[in-house]
């Protein structure tokens, strides 16, 4: 569990005036390149020299003073941390629970884009994680209760059909990390059981086919709050024996390439469609085919969806009809954590 802040007063004097005063020795000699370095992050790095290094002191002196956060972050109980804001225009993610969220005028245009894709494609399936929030609801800072306005997940669900659309937040009853927003290995793998019977794939691989390892988590979400501890002890899964899945360049793909981890990083670059691409095949010419557009919930779920494919190109992006048109999958998977359900109506380029 988090320590409670404790600082005295003269040493946040102390901290706060040193803090000034590093701070005007660095950024005064570039503010009047401020304004035109956002939101270029290289620009501010040079405006700004030691941002990050400096956004995180002052985080530790106003946790330490007053037990206060960053926005982005949510301190829970039991020293559970969770997400806040993934864009300022799309508010806070816990609004919907909290009941301050009115439904959008834009909703009907969602429902639409996604009825069109299933319409022209048989095999497309939207599949949405749950958000930290909605399963750890036991560890959030207030009552666990939906506001008037429900969510806007049940209402898209509702609008496309359930045959369209795989919410997975009756599947997956843990699996989240305290320091993380996302889920790991657990979480993952109950997702993935949901998503075999929904397609109906070959023998799902059984939890006996992995053994955890402890691994020192670099949790987002404690990154995010920019203060305190960066890692937590989790387990992550490891293939207990080689399965048939490899990425294009041999390696095998043999335990859960969680986004985080360098090896994981690696396996995903920039490809034909202009956003970040993984490729993985399988031997088998009887399996089927697939495009998966995701977000940073996928890297998780691909060690297990990839043993069921001949290949897989999964892009790191907003649906891409040129990508499907390429490839002539047998399935499309769409997937978004609920969030950002939003997104998956969006139709344009890369974002």
Not at 32 to 38: H, N
Not at 133 to 158: A, S, W, Y
Not at 176 to 190: C, I, K, N, T
Request: glycine share 8%; proline share 10%; hydrophobic share 45%.
């Amino acid at each position: 569990m988090d320590a409670e802040p404790r600082i005295s007063r003269a040493a946040a004097l102390a901290t706060v005036v040193a803090f000034g005063l590093v701070v005007a020795g660095l950024w005064l000699p570039g503010w009047r390149t401020l304004p035109s370095a956002f939101p270029d992050e290289a620009a501010l790095q040079a405006a700004m020299p030691g941002r990050s290094t400096a956004a995180r002191l002052w985080n530790g002196v106003r946790w330490h003073l007053t037990g206060s956060t960053p926005p982005t972050v949510v301190r829970g109980r039991d020293g559970w941390w969770f997400y806040a804001s993934e864009h300022a225009q799309d508010g806070h993610s816990l609004d919907e629970m909290e009941g301050r969220v009115a439904p959008s005028a834009d909703e009907p245009a969602w429902a639409e884009a996604i009825r069109a894709r299933v319409a022209r494609l048989p095999g497309y399936l939207v599949v949405v994680p749950p958000d930290k929030h909605l399963v750890e609801q036991k560890h959030l800072p207030f009552p666990p209760t939906i506001g008037p306005h429900g969510l806007r997940l049940d209402r898209l669900e509702l609008a496309v059909g359930r045959g369209a659309m795989l919410n997975l937040i009756g599947a997956v009853a843990g699996g989240y990390p305290r320091s993380d927003s996302h889920w790991l290995d657990e979480g993952a793998y109950q997702g993935y059981l949901a998503i075999h019977r929904r397609l109906g794939l070959s023998a799902p691989l059984p939890r006996t086919a992995f053994t955890a390892k402890p691994y020192d988590w670099p949790g987002d979400l404690w990154a995010l709050r920019m203060a305190g501890p960066t890692h937590e002890r989790v387990e992550l899964w490891q293939a207990v024996a080689p399965l048939p899945a490899h990425w294009l360049d041999g390696g095998l793909v043999a335990k859960p390439g969680l986004f985080h981890l360098p090896a994981a990083q690696a396996a995903w670059a920039v490809g034909p469609s202009g956003a970040r691409e993984a490729v993985t095949i399988v031997d088998d010419p009887t399996l089927p085919t697939a495009v998966v557009f995701h977000d940073s919930f996928m890297p998780a779920l691909l060690p297990y969806l990839s043993q069921h494919f001949r290949r897989v190109r999964y892009v790191w992006c907003h649906y891409l009809q040129p990508v499907v048109d390429a490839e002539r999958p047998d399935v499309v998977i769409h997937e978004n954590v609920s969030r950002n359900v939003q997104w998956l109506g969006k139709v344009s380029g890369v974002p």
